[in-house]
């Protein structure tokens, strides 16, 4: 069975304003750079209300709902903001890791890319922020859960920035471990290793600014997959960002893009163990075009790898 990859043109149709870093050309680059690969290519359905209902309270889809311009663009915080198109691929973004979550459960793929924006980890409860409407990550492992029955769920975390809305979605659920690596000092300030969750469920791996893949290396052997592999995850969500690249240009880590191809192999190895492989995987940051296109690809090429 090939890896699947999933995603829709309505993510396109998310527009930022001009010099944006999170920009429709992202996708784009990411999706060429797949073109060549022997993937299971699906189309992303749109997510029910109520699997975001899951994560989100009805007032905040509503106010998301709400505040889709009918031109132009509305600008909901510091950094994020929502064009015309923006409810559309948030609710295909959403809709992408719901998709991925009932394939991979279903036997339908071993695992699963969800190539989608806008990105996911920094939605709060109710709370849209950096870049972020929807919280995809915690709503895969939330429906994996509740509606496949599953006892635990492992989300980790990878982009240069912390998952505080993962985190925050995920902080009282003792059915979910977090593990999450991030620059720090860096926006949004969160993920000290002191916040550890309401069960003990969170573990935070802050990176010193520039970081090489060695010390990160050394922080997730050492700390994220002891500790991954006592919590026996029958599912794997992956938080997938690649703005931990020495290139990416809004934070100061230094992976190379066999480091996103490692920590991708060394998850597969772990999920082989725990959970007959099975992973499902989603973008989040990445803003050095070259550099992402590059390292998605690597990333994928090592959930193809793990598929054979
Ligand atoms: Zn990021």
Redesign the pocket.
């Known amino acids: 069975m090939k890896t699947a990859l999933i995603t829709h043109a309505d993510c396109l149709g998310h527009v930022t304003p001009t010099g944006h870093p999170e920009r429709v050309a992202r996708l784009e680059h990411i999706l060429h750079a797949l073109e060549p690969l022997d993937l299971n290519r699906v189309t992303a359905p749109l997510a029910a209300d109520d699997d975001i209902l899951r994560i989100h309270p009805a007032s905040y889809l509503s106010d998301i709902r709400d505040a889709r311009p009918a031109e132009g663009f509305t600008q909901i915080d510091g950094d994020t903001f929502m064009s015309p198109g923006s409810v559309d691929a948030a609710f295909r973004a959403a809709g992408a890791v719901v998709r991925a979550v009932d394939m991979v459960m279903g036997g339908e793929a071993p695992n699963a890319f969800c190539a989608v924006r806008p990105p996911g980890h920094h939605a709060e409860t109710s709370t849209a922020m950096g870049f972020c409407l929807f919280g995809n990550a915690a709503l895969a492992a939330k429906h994996a859960l509740d509606h496949h029955g599953l006892s635990r769920v492992a989300v980790v975390d990878f982009?240069?920035?912390h998952g505080n809305g993962t985190q925050d979605l995920l902080w009282d659920e003792p059915r979910a471990l977090v593990i999450t690596s991030q620059q720090m000092p860096l926006w949004p300030g969160t993920g000290r290793p002191d916040e550890t969750g309401a069960h003990g469920n969170v573990l935070n791996l802050p990176l010193a600014p520039n970081t090489g893949g060695a010390e990160m290396r050394a922080a997730w052997r050492d700390q994220a997959f002891p500790r991954l592999r006592s919590f026996r995850p029958e599912l794997i969500v992956i938080s997938t960002?690649f703005?931990a690249h020495a290139d990416d240009p809004?934070a100061n880590l230094n992976w190379e893009t066999e480091d996103f191809a490692w920590i991708t192999s060394e998850l597969c190895t772990i999920a082989r163990e725990v959970c007959d492989g099975r992973i499902v995987s989603t973008l989040?940051?990445g803003y050095d075009l070259n550099a992402l296109a590059a390292a998605t690809r690597a990333h994928v090429q090592e959930l193809m790898k793990a598929a054979q």
Do not use: A
């Open positions: 982009d240069v920035h960002g703005d809004l989040e940051g």
